[in-house]
């Protein structure tokens, strides 16, 4: 996690929105920032992923790596981005992959993060029910009776009953 004390790079102030100098928090109030809070103007983000700023607006058209917009349309980078414009740039470079391939590639690892977000939420939902089961079971059984019988030997007769119906 990003916070305003942590030194997250050159330019710190710069990619702030608004333009605007972070200055030093006056108590305990702090500004959360997290990896994927846009914060970097393309001309940081450029320095800090080491590629040019028309390669970065290249990926954003290719749709490789898409940064958040201000209301004016300027490109707002997060350390998320400028993480993954790394990863393009070393599959491109070091493994000899195109960039239809890295956005393949990208496409299915985001949907890999996703399917397996989905499965920790349907393994909690089923935690959830079996818990529920387990409750309600209980609750079946500690309502039944569990009074004392008392048992009786039933002794036998050699008796025989006839029984005719009435006409």
Wanted: net charge positive; aromatic share 4%; with cysteine.
């Amino acid at each position: 996690m990003i916070t305003p004390d942590s030194p997250i790079g050159p330019g710190l102030g710069e990619g702030l929105p608004g333009g605007t100098r972070r200055r030093p928090a006056a108590g305990p109030t702090h500004y959360v920032l997290t990896e994927d809070t846009p914060v970097y103007v393309i001309s940081v983000a450029a320095e800090l992923s080491g590629l040019h700023p028309q390669t970065l607006r290249q990926y954003d058209r290719l749709g490789l790596v898409c940064p958040d917009r201000t209301a004016g349309r300027g490109r707002r980078y997060s350390a998320r981005d400028i993480q993954q414009l790394r990863e393009v740039q070393r599959l491109s470079q070091d493994e000899g992959i195109n960039l239809a391939g890295i956005k393949r590639i990208i496409e299915l690892e985001n949907q890999v993060t996703a399917l397996q977000s989905r499965i920790a939420e349907l393994a909690d939902a089923l935690d959830g029910a079996a818990s529920t089961l387990q409750q309600r079971e209980a609750a079946v059984h500690a309502s039944y009776r569990r009074d004392l019988v008392p048992y009786q030997q039933v002794q036998q007769s050699s008796a025989l009953v006839v029984w005719r119906p009435k006409r």
